[in-house]
C-alpha cells in the first residue's frame, strides 16, 4: 500500500518562501513518477510541479522560475520549494505517485494520471 505524508505547509507573506515535504513508503520510490498539486477552493485540482525517475521535470507554467521540485531516494522524501510566493498561490499543497504518463516527453501534470495521494498541506499567502 502506498502510504504518502506531506508537510511543511504554513502561512506566509507574499515573496516569502516555504519548503514541502512528501514522506513516501510502500512502494519501488525510484521507479515512479511523483508531483505537487494543489487545489484552492472552488477551482480544480492543478498539476504544480512532476518529477521522474531519471529526474526529469515538468512544472506548470504560473510557477516556472519561483517553485523547485526534488526528491532525496536515501530519504524516499518528495520536496517542493516554493520562493517568491503570491496570493494566488494559497491553496491545499498535494503529493502524488504513479506510474510515469508522459506526454511529449514531459512527465504528465495531470492528476488523473496518479493513482496515489497524500492528505494535503495548506500553504496561505497574504498580500
Known amino acids: 500500500q502506498v502510504h504518502l505524508v506531506e508537510s511543511g505547509g504554513g502561512s506566509v507573506q507574499a515573496g516569502g518562501s516555504l519548503r514541502l515535504s512528501c514522506a513516501a513508503s510502500?512502494?519501488?520510490?525510484?521507479?515512479?513518477?511523483m508531483g505537487w498539486f494543489r487545489q484552492a477552493p472552488g477551482k480544480e485540482r492543478e498539476g504544480v510541479a512532476a518529477?521522474?525517475?531519471?529526474?526529469?521535470?515538468s512544472y506548470a507554467d504560473s510557477v516556472k522560475g519561483r517553485f523547485t521540485i526534488s526528491k532525496d531516494n536515501a530519504k524516499n522524501t518528495l520536496y517542493l520549494q516554493m520562493n517568491s510566493l503570491k496570493p494566488e498561490d494559497t491553496a491545499m499543497y498535494y503529493c502524488?505517485?504513479?506510474?510515469?504518463?508522459?506526454?511529449?516527453?514531459?512527465?504528465?501534470?495531470?492528476?488523473?494520471?496518479?493513482?496515489?495521494w497524500g492528505q494535503g498541506t495548506q500553504v496561505t499567502v497574504s498580500s
Open positions: 518529477l521522474d525517475g531519471y529526474r526529469s521535470t
Open positions: 502524488a505517485a504513479g506510474p510515469c504518463v508522459y506526454y511529449s516527453d514531459y512527465v504528465s501534470l495531470a492528476a488523473p494520471d496518479f493513482g496515489f
Open positions: 510502500g512502494y519501488t520510490y525510484s521507479s515512479y513518477c
